[in-house]
């Protein structure tokens, strides 16, 4: 279900490595969790951001939750699909439901972030 190339938070956030960029996004069982997503908002590229720290905001019809940036970096580009079709993050969470991608500034921060095996013990032991 979820992709073991990807590397993955304990707010349930999702990043996929490509070199110094990192495509971010929410898990399968963060959107899940939400229910269905009818806004995203999203940051304006060249921010900085900061690991762990909130960078946009997702509605859902039960609920707002953060999203939080897996790493420190600069936000390259938004996936601009979402401000007309927020259920993407729904329909594909690791695929077109993408959120932002970030030029990775500290790449020693993704040794703290879990693998596949990890984070499908997370979510099992319901660690939410």
Known sequence: MYPKDFR?????????????IGTVGITHHAQEELGDVVFVELPEPGLEIEAGKPVGSIE????VADL???????????NA?????PELVNKDPHGEGWMLKVEIAAPAELDELMDLAA??????????
């Not at 993955?8 to 110094?20: A, F």
């Not at 939080?68 to 938004?78: D, K």
């Open 8 to 20: 993955y938070t304990n707010d349930h956030e999702w990043i996929k490595i490509e070199g110094k």
């Open 81 to 85: 699909a979402l401000s007309e079709t």
């Open 68 to 78: 939080f940036s897996p790493v420190t970096g600069v936000v390259v580009e938004v």
């Open 119 to 128: 984070y499908e013990k997370f979510v099992a032991e319901g660690t939410v």
């Open 60 to 63: 859902s019809v039960k609920a």
